[in-house]
């Protein structure tokens, strides 16, 4: 366990910190907690949910993750990633769902980790994670219309085209101010990083367009339209769960930890780059696994490792996770003095805002490429994306990562099939030239697994059709599942039926430990299990002197070989 979860703040803490690093640190915390304070609010709004919960999860989860996690510098709390998620859960279970999928989806990911699968959840396939991101990022564009043009529907369709078809149908309702404030957000989110790198443009956006409203009066919606007063206070209180119906929040919790997993280590290996430095992928999933059980009883929705505040942290000097501490105190502070102010923000500045997330999202150029590419790519991609956009992004992920397992699997046995197929060298005929008449050799070049082991089978039945000692070379056998297992002690069990007696070269322990507890070895005389092929050639050839069986076996020596001898 010490070793699984092993928190940077602690190692840098124990190691020292320098106290311009702590001034640095101190410094880019609160940079970064006022660029949060705008996209917790939005991220909040978006997702159904009174804007205190964006803040309330920036805070707990941004402390939680910064305090526990496996990166120097990463910031967490909502992200826009989450927006379609948490919109719809909220409108199928409500916010009591919310709460019960984001703690089971705390516990999953606390469950990657200590099985250590940090390492494989970062190599989702490209497709697939640019899919369903697109996906997210127009679903959010689509969302923000109705405020951004200042429409007064009471409702929104969630269905995407339904959205839209309303939209078309509402243009002569539009509120023109409501349009002059999302475009001057958009305006001045996107230029502001002319005059200064420091403060973020969304924060500005946010001060102008208030000041704007309040000053001169103007006929828009704001949060107070449609939340009321922004509480000050974060209070402790237990969620009612139903032990009977918790079931139904496992697809949601699931789909919640693996985009949550996803992105936190995309963001952490993004500011590893950055630094220079390593992040611990495990400790990372079993801090936003906590953070995720903690959050939910503060009223807080998911969160997870945020790349836009993360990137902000170290542009700023941040190097160490005090300063994602003090992010977390700083929006504490606005959030316990100031938030009584944010009720006056106005809600096309918030569609502005996230207009400008959606797009930097979109990952256009990055959508294009995978395109050009490879034909199966293209298929993941396209489905991904659709059924995020059209269909759900529960079942977008699901469908996804199928597709992506199928994918890999057809292309291990497609190395495979190339393996197999491949020409011999002459070389290689020159090595096995002075073999015994009738022995043969065949070597499994690769992991045997199922969609490789039925065309391993059938070539060794085949050569062990002609040979009455075979030699198999296993040494770049990685590893062996129980498909593969299966087929090849069916295909010994037959060549021992023939007569045939079969000779292991190379067998790795592991290996070697696996096909004896699937019955494998049965077929196999202990002392044919050889370290060496010098020493396989060797007992081979003894066999068939004993045999006698080099004068009454016609035909040359029979090579099966998959590829060049190393």
Aim: charged share 15%; glycine share 10%; aromatic share 8%.
């Amino acid at each position: 366990m010490n070793f699984i979860f092993k928190p940077k703040f602690f190692t840098l803490l124990k190691a020292g910190i320098s106290r311009q690093q702590l001034v640095n640190d101190a410094l880019a915390g609160i940079v970064v907690g006022i660029v949060a304070l705008p996209l917790a609010i939005a991220f909040a709004v978006a997702s159904g949910v009174s804007p205190e919960k964006g803040l309330i999860t920036a805070i707990v989860a941004g402390f939680i993750i910064s305090l526990l996690g496996g990166s120097r510098v990463q910031i967490g709390g909502p992200t826009g990633a989450f927006i379609v998620i948490v919109f719809g859960i909220v409108e199928q279970y409500g916010f009591d769902g919310l709460v019960i999928s984001t703690i089971l989806a705390g516990f999953i990911l606390i469950g990657f980790g200590l099985l250590r699968l940090g390492s494989l959840l970062k190599y989702f396939p490209q497709p697939l994670v640019v899919g369903f991101t697109s996906g997210i990022a127009l679903v959010i564009f689509s969302t923000q219309i109705k405020d951004a043009l200042g429409l007064s529907v009471e409702s929104v369709p969630a269905d995407f085209l339904d959205k839209w078809v309303l939209y078309v149908s509402s243009l002569n309702d539009v509120n023109y101010y409501a349009i002059g404030l999302t475009a001057l957000t958009i305006l001045i989110s996107v230029n502001f990083k002319r005059i200064s790198t420091k403060i973020p443009g969304s924060f500005i956006a946010i001060i102008c367009m208030t000041l704007a409203v309040a000053i001169w009066d103007l006929p828009v919606a704001t949060i107070e339209t449609y939340f009321g007063d922004i509480p000050n206070t974060i209070s402790w209180s237990v969620p009612h769960i139903d032990l009977s119906t918790i079931h139904i929040y496992f697809a949601p919790a699931i789909t919640i930890a693996l985009l949550g997993g996803i992105e936190s280590l995309l963001s952490a290996v993004v500011a590893d780059g950055m630094i220079g430095g390593k992040h611990r992928s495990n400790t990372e999933l079993i801090a936003q696994g906590i953070a995720n059980v903690v959050t939910p009883f503060f009223g807080g929705i998911p969160a997870t490792g945020a790349i836009a505040r993360t990137a902000t942290n170290i542009k700023n000097g941040g190097r160490t996770p005090l300063a994602g501490i003090i992010h977390a105190i700083s929006l504490l502070l606005i959030m316990l003095f100031l938030g009584t102010w944010a009720k006056l923000i106005p809600m096309a500045c918030l569609a502005g805002i996230l207009i400008v997330v959606a797009y930097n999202m979109s990952e256009w150029r990055s959508f294009v490429a995978v395109l050009k590419g490879s034909i199966f790519d293209s298929i993941i991609l396209l489905i991904t994306f659709i059924l995020t956009v059209f269909v759900d992004l529960t079942v977008a992920i699901e469908i996804g990562v199928v597709l992506s397992a199928i994918l890999f699997m057809k292309r291990m046995a497609d190395i495979s099939d190339k393996r197999i197929d491949n020409v011999i060298d002459t070389d290689v005929i020159e090595d096995y030239s002075e073999l015994p008449e009738g022995v043969g050799v065949y070597e499994i070049s690769g992991p045997l697994f199922f969609a490789s082991a039925r065309r391993y089978s059938e070539h060794i039945k085949e050569l062990g059709g002609v040979s009455k000692v075979l030699i198999i070379r296993m040494r770049h056998v990685s590893f062996v599942d129980q498909t593969g297992a299966y087929n090849l002690k069916d295909t010994l069990t037959i060549l021992k039926q023939y007569g045939v007696r079969i000779i292991l070269s190379g067998v790795n322990s592991s290996v070697q430990k696996d096909l004896q507890s699937n019955g494998v070895m049965e077929n196999i005389e202990a002392e044919c299990i050889c370290n060496s092929f010098e020493r396989a050639l060797e007992l081979a050839n003894n066999m068939q002197l004993e045999n006698r069986v080099g004068s009454k076996h016609s035909g040359s020596a029979t090579v099966g070989r998959d590829e060049k001898e190393n």
